[in-house]
Each structure stands twice: as structure tokens, then as C-alpha cells.
């Protein structure tokens, strides 16, 4: 067979040179291979299917060894809810209660409640609750629990958290073993608490190989934390009544001091009581014990108040009679207009004669529809009438004197007002000095029976509350047998394996064909090479006698030289 490349150099000769010019074989042929050709890849997976089929076969091989080695679990679910505010009997709207309402709806309490679900220390209890530590933990390790041990591990765990609650009232640290400790880390990795998305509620997940033991500890997970959580706050609370009776002592031998502070000081100082004390100055209520004797303000406030009142009372009457003065001095002998001015109009003597004028007038208004003009009555009656009107003009030009002699009162009566007021004035501004010491008692006694009174509430609110055993975490779901193993899956193992094995297998075959190099049809000779092929010998496994005698002859002499 003739060499293609050596007849192709041969033949490509340049005409201005007299060496021949060399193609480029390397560039052409990495070109080459990095095209794809499918039909080369699926020779080569023709050629190589006994590795995949190996390749899967040992796929198979390791998903049933690792069904065969690893040990079923299950899995038992508990789901929590988590409420906005914590269940209460008493109706509260304090600050704090405000708080942790708002902390409770918040998303940072459902993370802390679902790591709280994991610690150490609450499965450390739940290993106590259950007694999972009195055998040594042979249970926890996987042998069955049966349903009369279960029941009495239930009740066992309903009756030891008591016990650590009093102890916990009591101020001393709850301890565990190390085997329970121990097997509370264990435990760690057993649990997987989840929040559902846009929810309150907590799925709490426990597997185990013993179907019993992952309810019964899903169960008692979920317990222990509702139980722990009352404890806890039953000690909070306990701790908090303790300081408030402390301070409902302190506060009330303050109280005690500072009443008595008052009380000496109102009996040396008896004229500081008419100003009201510290009534007055503090604001307090009447009847309080900082209070003084008198009703609120005080006698001495009482009445430069009331000289007060009455002196702006003189001077509104004498600016009033003052205007109607004037209104009757622009008004001259004008009858009509002088009873337009309201103490004209007001007056007895003016108010009896135009009642006199008025019934005259009626009077006549009654004869007109029966007599003429020229009769008797009518000209009585007439009569009556001008002498009616001349004695109510006579009573209205009488008012203006007797109106300048109310003024005068008027302002006699406000310069004695003026002068009383001044004078109470320099009494209140005497006795205030007084009374500087006795505001100051009072409003200190004022502030400690505030403050008494706030503990005193404060200790009533926490004896009733913190027997209360209510908490923001209930169970909504108990945790049912589970039937099945979540782990491990055999269909999914087996798939899983069988398409690894292939995938293995693929790879393999086309990475080797990949690294292979080697020309092996005429069309990757031309394409790879770039030159034509003159002639192609194939290749047979079908020797002839003469062949195979040749053959021998020359291994035989290649032997014996």
C-alpha cells in the first residue's frame, strides 16, 4: 500500500521554488477532530457498549449494596403554631405585653422558636422526660419501644417537668448526666424543624430507625418546649414578684416618711393650710394622704378668686352703664331713641308707663269701631292717652340721672374690690412663703403614693398571671405512627445508580474516543489531511495458505537469527 501523505508530497511541488512546500497536517487535524461527528461517536459506542453495560451493572451493584448497608429510618412529623400574643385571662395593654406581641408576629420569633427546637439543653430534657437514658440508651439505639413502655415513658415525662419547675422556683440550675447529654447531641441530627412559608406553623421532623421512637420523640420534643417555655416564664415571674414585694417595702416605709414629713409640718405651720398645700401644687386629688384639710385651692386662693370675679364683674358693669351714657347723651330728647338704650327700656317706672300707653291705645282702637271722633268717650280717651305719653316722657328724661348715679356706685364698688384684692394678695404672697416647705413634703408624699400604688398593682397583675400556664406555641398536629421509611428510597437508589452507571459509562467512551487520535475511514483521512486519497487497501482477517506460510517462514527466521 502506498503511503497517501508521501504521494501527496510527492506530488504538491511549488513552481517558483525548487524544495517542495509541507502542508499543514497539525492545524488540519486538530480542526478535524474538533468537529463533531456523530456517526464516529456512535462507532465508537458500538465498538465500546460492553463498558456501559459494565458501567451500569456496577451502577446497580452499589445502589444495592447501599440499600443492603444502610438502615431504614422514619420519619414523625408534629406541627406547631405560633400565635401573635400569648394567651392571657387577665386584660393587659402594657407596653411590654405590646412588645412581645409585636416580636411574636415578627419572622425573627418563628427563626428563634425553630433553633430553639434543636437545643441542646431542651433535648437533653426530652432524653430525661422519656427516660432514654435509664437503660443505658439501649432504646435510643434502636431497639422497639412497645406501647406499654411508650405510655409509661408518657407519663413519666408529664410528671418530671414538675418537679424541675420547683425546682427552678426555687433559684437552682437543672444538671444532667453526661449519658443524657450525650445523647441529647445525637439527637441534634435527627431533628429538622421547617417554617411553611407565608404561615405560623412549625413542621418538626425526628427520624429514627424505630417508627415508635420518631413519634414518641416528635411528640415529646414538642411537649418539652411548650413545657420548658411555661417554666421559664414561671420563673421570670416568680423572680419579678419577689422584687416587686421588695420594693412594695421600701416604697412603703418612704411613704410612711414622707407623710410623716407632712404631717409635723402642718402642725407647726398651721397658716400654710390656707393656701390648699400640696393640693394646690402638685395637682393631686382631693382626699389624698399628702392633701391638706381645706377643699382644693385653699381658703386664701378661694377667695382672691372670688374678689376677682367680682372686681372684673364691676368693671364689665360700669363699661356698660358707660357705653348706654353715651348712647343716650347722642340721643338728646329723642323719646323713641332713649328706649332703645336697654336700661331706659329695662326701668320700672318707664316699663309701667308704656304698659299705660299701650292699654289706652287699645282702649281707643276698640271705641274707634264703635263711636265717632266727636264723641265723649273718644275724647276721654284721647285725653288719657297724651296724658299717658307726656308721664312716660317724663320717666325716660328721668333715667340719665339716675343711670350717672348707678355709674358712680359702680365705680365705688370696684375701687373697694381693687382695694380688698390687693390687700388678699399680699396675704396669699405672705402665706406662699410659708407654704414653700409644705409643697415641696406634699408633692414628695404625692410621688411615693404614686409609685406604692403602681407596685401594688404591678404585684396583684403577677401573682394572678404567673399561674397562668399559657404559651404563644401549641400543637395544632400530633405526630401519627409512620408507616413507611422515608429513608432510604429503593426505586430512587436503584434509578439514581443505574443512571450514574451510564452516565459513567458515557463518558468513559467518549472520552476515550476523544484522546483517540487514529485515523480510521478515507473521509477522516481527506478531511484530516486535506489532500485526496489515491487508493485504500482494506483491511481482511482472511489469509490465504500462501500468506500464512510466508508468515511463518518469517517469524521462523527472525527466530533462528
Known sequence: MIDPVQSSIGTTVSTNSEKPVLPDFTGRYAEAFQRFDFRRFWHSFVERIWIVALCILAGLFLALGYLARTPELYQGHTVLEVEFQEPSFLPTDDSTTRMRSMFLASQEALRTIEQNLTNQTLLSRVVRAEGLAADGGRAWLGQTASPDKTSSATQRSEKTPETGVKNGSAGSITTFTQLEEALGRTMVGMIKPAIRRGTRLIDLYVTHPD???????AEAIGREYIRNSIERRALMSEEALRYLLEEEE????????????????KANNPDALQLGGGTAATGSQQGSGAGGGGPRGGLVEDKLQDLNNKLTAAKADRIRLEGELDQIQQSGDNIDALLQVPSISVATMVTEARRTVTQ????????ALRYKDKHPKMIAAKASLADAKEKLRQAVLAQPAILRNAIEQTKAT????????????GVAVALNRTAIGYQELARQAETDRALYESVLRQIKETSLSKDVKANAVSVIEHSPLPQSPVSPRPTRTIVLGLLGGLVTGLAFVFGADALDRSIKTVDQAENTLGLPVFAAVPETTDEGPVNRLKRRSKKAFGSSN
Open 414 to 425: 370696684e375701687a373697694s374690690l381693687q382695694k380688698a384684692l390687693q390687700d388678699q394678695q
Open 211 to 217: 417508627p415508635a421512637m420518631a413519634q414518641r420523640l
Open 250 to 265: 421600701r416604697l412603703k416605709r418612704n411613704l410612711q416618711r414622707s407623710e410623716a414629713a407632712v404631717a409635723d409640718y
Open 360 to 367: 289706652i291705645e287699645a282702649a281707643i282702637t276698640t271705641y
